[in-house]
C-alpha cells in the first residue's frame, strides 16, 4: 500500500484530491498538512511514499522544504501540485527531482493519469530484478516521444490510438464515437477524431446506421486488413 501525505493549504483543495486518490486501489491517504512545518512533522514521524506538495506554503517555499524533506527521507517520491508557473521555479522542482509537475487548477483525469504512472513506475521497479533500456525508456516516457516523432499528428497520443484500435477489434459489431468513448473513458468528440484519423489511415471504416427513431449514427467498423503504423 503506497502511503500518501497531501501537503496543501487550502483544506477544500486537499479534500478534492484525496477523492480523487479514492478512485485508485492501493494507495492510502494517512494525513494532509496545512503548511511547511506540518509537513516537515509528518514525514519526520511516519513513513510516507508520496508528498503531494503545493509550493505557495504559508510559512515555507516548496522548493525549500523539498531539500529538508529529502534529508528526513531520501527515498520520499514528490509530485508538486501548485498555481507556481514561474519558470525559475518550474525549473528548481524539476532539478529537484520531483516526479511530476502539474498545474492549477487540475484536471481530474490529468490528476488521475499522473497517479497511476506512478503508481505503475513503483510496482514494475519493485519486480524487476534489472533494468534494461527499454524498461528505462518506458518509465521516464521516451517510448511515447518516439511514436510521436515518427509521424502522429498533433492531438493524437499513440496510447489512446492503440486503446481505441484495441476496442475497435474486439467489438466486430460495430461502434459509435459515443460508444467507444465511454468504454475508453474520453468525450465523444475525443472518440470520433480518434476513429476518424484511424480511418483517414485506412484502419477502420464508417457508416450510417439508421435507429428507429432519431437521427441516424456514424458506426464505425475495423478494417482488420491494415493497422496504424502508430500502434
Avoid: W
Avoid at 14 to 19: F, G, R
Amino acid at each position: 500500500m503506497i502511503q500518501v501525505l497531501i501537503a496543501e493549504d487550502d483544506f477544500r483543495i486537499a479534500n478534492i484530491h484525496e477523492k480523487f486518490l479514492e478512485k485508485i486501489t492501493g494507495l492510502q491517504v494517512i494525513g494532509k498538512a496545512l503548511n511547511g512545518k506540518e509537513t516537515l512533522d509528518f514525514v519526520s514521524k511516519q513513513e510516507v511514499d508520496l508528498l503531494l506538495l503545493d509550493i505557495y506554503m504559508p510559512d515555507l517555499q516548496g522548493n525549500e522544504m523539498i531539500r529538508d524533506l529529502r534529508k528526513i527521507n531520501p527515498e520520499l517520491d514528490i509530485i508538486i501540485i501548485s498555481a507556481a508557473a514561474e519558470k525559475e521555479i518550474v525549473e528548481e522542482s524539476i532539478r529537484n527531482g520531483v516526479f511530476d509537475y502539474i498545474l492549477k487548477p487540475v484536471k481530474i483525469n490529468q490528476f488521475l493519469e499522473t497517479i497511476e504512472r506512478y503508481k505503475t513506475m513503483k510496482e514494475r521497479i519493485a519486480n524487476q530484478e534489472e533494468i534494461d533500456q527499454s524498461f528505462l525508456d518506458e518509465l521516464l516516457g521516451k517510448q511515447k516521444l518516439m511514436l510521436e516523432e515518427e509521424g502522429t499528428p498533433k492531438g493524437i497520443d499513440p496510447l489512446t490510438l492503440k486503446k481505441v484500435e484495441e476496442i475497435m477489434e474486439a467489438f466486430g459489431e460495430g461502434l459509435t464515437a459515443e460508444e467507444t468513448g465511454k468504454i475508453i473513458g474520453v468525450s465523444r468528440t475525443t472518440a470520433r477524431r480518434y476513429l476518424e484519423y484511424l480511418i483517414s489511415v485506412g484502419c477502420v471504416t464508417a457508416e450510417l446506421e439508421y435507429g428507429i427513431v432519431g437521427r441516424p449514427e456514424r458506426k464505425y467498423h475495423c478494417n482488420k486488413i491494415k493497422k496504424s503504423k502508430n500502434v
